[in-house]
């Protein structure tokens, strides 16, 4: 599975936009693109996939680049509750569910 | 539904004491898995399973046991505790897409 590079740390106010970024440069055509946070001590929870259009839920956006080399998840209006740990992964979807590689994340701090 | 449920929250060994940690999904999820998450760190996989009677090792399995007896239980045994195994350990669940985990055990090893 690919690798992905996020920054270690973002802040963001309450109220605003929050975009994360994440390359993963060596993603291959099978390969989707997972966000997960992870809010102090709990376990991770499922924010969003995609493979190459961007997505949207209820708890967020998903933007790919063209050339998939990287994307950028959106919360639109940052809480303190979004304060997490925030790990994208790369994930060949016909590959085992288990093996999701965790890297360090990017820790966001949302403040009033 | 309870979700994906862990037991023990907290547990204290000595070394070389054995234990198990429970885990248990409701969900009647085929897949399983175990990782552990240490201070600073990413989650690591340690062991998985597709379906009731089979299992496989992840990126960490030396030192833990794993079965798979049920679709809805998934222990993780230590055999000797050693204090490199103090850390955070998370059961997931999922089908399909998305993975489930639990709110995590948390073990010293003295």
């Known amino acids: 599975d690919a690798k992905t590079t996020q920054p270690t740390s973002m802040d963001c106010a309450e109220g605003r936009a929050a975009n994360l970024p994440c390359n993963h440069s060596?993603?291959?055509?099978?390969?989707?693109v997972y966000w997960y946070r992870q809010i102090h001590s709990q376990g991770p929870q499922y924010i969003i996939h995609?493979?190459?259009n961007n997505e949207t839920n209820e708890m967020a956006s998903l933007i790919i680049t063209e050339d998939r080399k990287s994307s950028t998840l959106i919360l639109p209006h940052a809480t303190l509750r979004d304060t997490a740990v925030y790990y994208c992964?790369?994930?060949?979807?016909?590959?085992?569910?288990?093996?999701?590689?965790f890297g360090k994340g990017t820790k966001l701090s949302v403040k009033p | 539904n309870a979700g994906v449920t862990q037991t023990p929250k907290f547990q204290v060994l000595k070394t070389g004491q054995s234990m198990t940690l429970q885990c248990a999904q409701d969900?009647?999820?085929?897949?399983m898995s175990w990782y552990r998450q240490d201070p600073g760190m990413g989650l690591r996989l340690i062991h998985y399973?597709?379906?009731?009677?089979?299992?496989d090792q992840g990126e960490v399995p030396n030192g833990y046991n794993v079965s798979r007896s049920t679709t809805e239980d998934f222990p993780l045994r230590l055999l000797s505790a050693a204090p490199s195994q103090t850390s955070v350990y998370f059961c997931?669940?999922?089908?399909?897409?998305?993975?489930?985990f639990g709110p995590g055990t948390r073990l010293t090893v003295l």
């Open positions: 969900m009647n999820h085929e897949y």
């Open positions: 997931a669940s999922s089908f399909g897409t998305e993975q489930f």
């Open positions: 060596t993603i291959s055509g099978n390969e989707y």
């Open positions: 399973s597709v379906g009731a009677g089979i299992t």
């Open positions: 995609g493979l190459k």
């Open positions: 992964i790369v994930l060949n979807y016909g590959g085992s569910q288990g093996n999701l590689i």
